[in-house]
């Protein structure tokens, strides 16, 4: 059974670089027809998609958070990871990692894990 | 402002159907994307209920079904049970290729 797992700080100061690491178990990253992606979820609020990695190392960000985006695959260690820069307490929110198939939903989903924007 | 538009909240007694709706625009949902639906009960990740605007994932009751039209999709569920409360999202791409989302509706099960 796949699982996915977030790590990475629950505190992050305002202009500060965000960093997260989804570890993926019961299957391979670099799998076809694969992507991985990262959803948030502010405190009370919907879901945001962030961005995500197709197996080939395509990469599809939202346009609003283009900018200060980066997600990437090591495949060494069967994780994928994102990095966010320049956040502020707008960026606080519960981070999901997730996969999908091609022409499906995401299926697949870790916990999450909560991130504070904070001094 | 969510790119998909749905409304916050629906209810509906036991036993009834209830519906709930995504509206979307010629860029996403109009421009032939599918539309997957996603269940979210508190304190947990979203689980994905309805993929390619109608199909239900292993294990989903067929209570819960999906429809798309035009630049609109919906989701239905017939015989509401108290555990069917929750929040659910409807979600689609748009022609950057980008995931959107709905603002998402919470349906009370009275």
């Known amino acids: 059974q796949l699982q996915l797992q977030e790590s990475g700080p629950g505190l992050v100061k305002p202009s500060e670089t965000l960093s997260l690491t989804c570890t993926v178990s019961?299957?391979?990253?670099?799998?076809?027809?694969?992507?991985w992606g990262w959803i948030r979820q502010p405190p009370g609020k919907g879901l945001e998609w962030i961005g995500s990695?197709?197996?080939?190392?395509?990469?599809y960000y939202n346009p609003s958070l283009k900018s200060r985006v980066t997600i990437s695959v090591d495949t060494s260690k069967n994780q994928f990871s994102l990095k966010l820069s320049s956040v502020t307490a707008a960026d606080t929110a519960v981070y999901y990692c997730?996969?999908?198939?091609?022409?499906?939903?995401?299926?697949?989903w870790g916990q999450g894990t909560l991130v504070t924007v904070s001094s | 402002q969510s790119v998909l538009t749905q409304p916050p909240s629906v209810s509906g007694a036991p036993g009834q159907r209830v519906t709930i709706s995504c509206t979307g625009s010629?860029?996403?949902?109009?421009?032939?994307?599918?539309v997957h639906w996603y269940q979210q009960l508190p304190g947990t990740a979203p689980k994905l209920l309805i993929y390619?605007?109608?199909n239900r994932p292993s294990g989903v009751p067929d209570r819960f079904s999906g429809s798309k039209s035009g630049t609109s999709a919906s989701l239905a569920i017939s015989g509401l049970q108290a555990e069917d409360e929750a929040d659910y999202y409807c979600?689609?791409?748009?022609?950057?290729?980008?995931?959107?989302f709905g603002g998402g509706t919470k349906l009370t099960v009275l």
């Open positions: 997730a996969r999908r198939r091609t022409s499906s939903g995401w299926n697949y």
């Open positions: 019961g299957g391979s990253i670099s799998s076809s027809s694969y992507y």
């Open positions: 990695i197709y197996y080939s190392g395509s990469t």
């Open positions: 010629s860029s996403n949902i109009g421009a032939g994307y599918d």
């Open positions: 390619g605007n109608s």
């Open positions: 979600q689609s791409y748009d022609s950057s290729l980008s995931g959107v």
